[in-house]
C-alpha cells in the first residue's frame, strides 16, 4: 500500500496556525492541499500526522469531521511520528508532504510514484534544488523509514524525517528528480504571512482545479513582480535551526565530559 503522510501542526514558530489560514473563501491552507491530492490516482491512503499536544486536537477534530484519517504522536521528534503512523497504517511505501505546501501539484507525485515502482528503489526525492520551493516531496519504503527510525541519532534527524536517508544515500538504492528547468527562484511555501499572500493571489488567479505546477510557473513567469512578495526567506530555515541545535546539544555533551 502507498500512503501519504502529511505532517501538520499548528505551533509554527515562525507563523502560528499557518495551515489553518483561509487560502480562498471554501478552504484553508490544510483543506486545499488535500483536495489536490485527492486527484492522485495512485496515492492509496492519505493520513495526517500530527502531535499529540491539546493545541493540535482542532488537526484530529477537522479530520474527523472530514473523514480523513491521522494519527497522533511525538511533537517534537518528526521521524518517530512518521514511523508509527506508517506502521499503525500498514504502508508499504509512503510519501512524505508537508501540511505547508498547500500547491503540491498531484500529477508530479503521480509520475513520482511511477518512478519510483518501475526503478524498484529505495528512496525517490525531488527535493534537489531544481524545483520551486512548495513541491518537494519524498517516497521511500518502509523497511528504509525503519532503519531511518532506529539508527538515526541526531537532533536533525529526528526532528525531520529525510536527512538521515539523505546522508546515507549511497546505502539506499536512490533516485532524485531533477527538474527541466530550474525554477529554485519560485517560493510557493507557507513559512511566513507574506508567503500566504502570494499563495492566495496564485489561487485567485489559477481558476483550474487542480492547480497544476507548470500554470504557476507560468504564472509567475509572466509576472516577476510577484515575487517580491515573498523574497528573502531562506529555503531550508527550518532544518538550518536544526543543525544549529545540533552543535549545541554536542557542545554541552562534550561540556558534560569535561
Known amino acids: 500500500m502507498i500512503g501519504c503522510i502529511i505532517q501538520a501542526r499548528t505551533g509554527s514558530t515562525r507563523f502560528p496556525k499557518k495551515i489553518l489560514n483561509q487560502i480562498d473563501e471554501d478552504c484553508t491552507v490544510l483543506e486545499f492541499l488535500i483536495e489536490q491530492l485527492k486527484i492522485s490516482k495512485k496515492i492509496d491512503k492519505i493520513v495526517i ?8 486536537n482542532i488537526i484530529a477534530e477537522y479530520c474527523k469531521k472530514s473523514k480523513i484519517d491521522f494519527f497522533q504522536g511525538d511533537v517534537n521528534d518528526l521521524l518517530d511520528r512518521y514511523y508509527k ?3 499503525k497504517f500498514n504502508f508499504d511505501n509512503i510519501i512524505r508532504i508537508t501540511s505547508d505546501c498547500p500547491l503540491m501539484d498531484p500529477y508530479l507525485i503521480d509520475d513520482g510514484i511511477s518512478k519510483f515502482l518501475e ?4 528512496y525517490l526525492t525531488n527535493s534537489t534544488g531544481s524545483f520551486p ?3 518537494d516531496f519524498s517516497i521511500f519504503k518502509f523497511s528504509v523509514l525503519e532503519k531511518t527510525w532506529k539508527n538515526a541519532r541526531l537532533l536533525s534527524e529526528k526532528e525531520h524525517v529525510i536527512p538521515y536517508m539523505e546522508k546515507n544515500e549511497n546505502n539506499f538504492n536512490t533516485i532524485f528528480i531533477k527538474s527541466d ?3 529554485s527562484k519560485f517560493r510557493i511555501t507557507l513559512d511566513w504571512p507574506d508567503d500566504l499572500e502570494l499563495l492566495r493571489i496564485i489561487v485567485s488567479r489559477i481558476n483550474e482545479r487542480p492547480i497544476l505546477i507548470e500554470n504557476v510557473v507560468k504564472l509567475l513567469d509572466n509576472n516577476l513582480n510577484l515575487l517580491k512578495i515573498n523574497d528573502g526567506h531562506n529555503r531550508d530555515e527550518g ?20
Not at 49 to 56: C, G, K
Open 85 to 87: 503512523c506508517a506502521k
Open 133 to 135: 520551493h512548495g513541491v
Open 119 to 122: 526503478e524498484k528503489c529505495d
Open 239 to 258: 532544518y538550518l535551526k536544526s543543525l544549529k541545535n545540533d552543535k549545541i546539544s554536542n557542545q554541552r555533551k562534550i561540556d558534560l565530559n569535561e
Open 181 to 183: 528547468k530550474d525554477h
Open 49 to 56: 500526522a500530527t502531535t499529540n499536544l491539546e493545541e493540535d
